[in-house]
Every structure is written in C-alpha cells, then in structure tokens.
C-alpha cells in the first residue's frame, strides 16, 4: 500500500517566489495534517482538516500562507511570497478518521530552501 | 499553553550501551506516542500509551507512562547502530485530535 505522497521532495527557491507544496493521503484517511520542521521550533503543526474542511489554522503562520484541500485525497501548502525564514521540511501526515488515538502516518516531506 | 519538555536533546553512546529519553508535560495528559525519526527521513509512529502507569514493550525498547500520566518513558536496552536518529514524543490533551510535539532527543551510537 502506498503511503503519504508528497511532492517536490526537494525545492529550491528565490525570495518572493510562490512555492506550492502537494500531498496525496492515504487512501481511506480523511484526517489531514500539515507540520513544519526547523531545528528553532522543532516539528509544529500549521493546518488540520478533516473530510476536506479546515478544523484548525492556527498554526499558520501569516497570510503569505494558504492551504486547501480541492478533493478527499489530495491537499496543497502555498507560500506567496516566500521568504527565507520559510526555510524548513515541510511534512504533510494523515490519520483515519482524525480522533485523538490515532496513528499520524507522515509524509517523506519536501525540504524548502528559500534563497 | 501545553508545554512538553524532553529531555535530554543529545546522547552519545557507545554500542551496547543503554539509552534512556523522557518527555514531560506540565498538564495532564490523554494519551501519548512516540515516534522516531531517522536522519533525512520523516517521523515514524512507535507506540502509543493511554493508561496510567502503562509499560509497553517492543524488543529491546521499554515505554512507561507515569502514574499521574504526565509524563513518559522511552528506554532502549543495549543499543545498536540501526537505532540512530531522534526519537519524538507527541502528547494530547484531552480528546483533542491535535499531536504537540516535544523537542526530541538524538541518539548518536557509537559502532
């Protein structure tokens, strides 16, 4: 079985770019979860949602970042305009129904680079 | 706001040697688990623990969740190389879906 899909695994970018970040759920997950990870703030949750629809953005960091979830398995994380400080792996992991016993079934993560 | 400390964010060992790595939280917690995560690589969930007092055993690793369930236990008994890389813990309040996640402590095994 396929686990989390995400793409690009690796992106390198210029200040002010726009970065859009994907990710494929397992199939028959309908929790999904967007995480951050930098050696300063360690692994921090940005964006949960659950059967398509946002539950938590708290985490997000400021308006430059957005996130949607167009269809039951798939998800996207843009960043416009990148900045350096974005600089981090972002992991994307999903759960079967999002209840708090759960397993989170984590992404490889696409390493972010903004020069 | 929930904190969860752990502790400590290093250690070196030399093979064979035995490794422990503690989580704590300043609430009460629902559940936690814990998760390792191999350089490059992403997190990948170990255990989880639910009850008071619970000890979970998988080969030659050992977790224990405290009696007051605020705080746990990762324990590896004579480490091997294959265990290197930084091992998480993810603790919830409540029945919150959300996972907060500590630090985590590396382990670097010396061969």
């Known amino acids: 079985d396929a686990g989390v899909i995400q793409s690009p695994r690796h992106e390198v970018t210029e200040m002010g770019q726009e970065v859009t970040l994907r990710c494929k759920l397992i199939s028959g997950h309908n929790s999904l979860f967007w995480y951050r990870q930098t050696m300063m703030r360690g692994l921090e949750l940005l964006i949960y949602?659950?059967?398509?629809?946002?539950?938590?953005d708290s985490g997000m960091p400021e308006d430059r970042f957005s996130a949607k979830m167009p269809n039951a398995s798939f998800s996207t994380l843009k960043i416009q305009p990148s900045e350096p400080r974005d600089s981090a792996v972002y992991f994307c992991?999903?759960?079967?129904?999002?209840?708090?016993?759960?397993?989170?079934?984590f992404g490889p993560g696409t390493r972010l680079l903004v020069l | 706001g929930q904190q969860v400390m752990q502790i400590p964010q290093y250690q070196h060992v030399q093979e064979g040697e035995d490794f422990t790595t503690y989580c704590n939280s300043s609430t009460t917690l629902s559940n936690i688990q814990w998760y390792k995560q191999r350089p490059g690589g992403h997190p990948v969930f170990l255990i989880q623990?639910?009850?008071?007092?619970e000890v979970k055993k998988q080969k030659r690793l050992t977790f224990q969740f405290g009696e007051a369930k605020k705080n746990s236990s990762l324990h590896i008994t004579a480490t091997q190389t294959t265990d290197v890389g930084t091992y998480f813990c993810?603790?919830?309040?409540?029945?919150?879906?959300?996972?907060?996640f500590g630090s985590g402590t590396r382990l670097l095994v010396r061969p």
């Open positions: 993810g603790v919830r309040r409540d029945s919150s879906y959300k996972l907060i």
């Open positions: 949602f659950n059967n398509n629809v946002p539950i938590d």
């Open positions: 623990l639910v009850k008071s007092g």
């Open positions: 992991a999903s759960s079967m129904t999002g209840g708090s016993q759960e397993t989170q079934y």
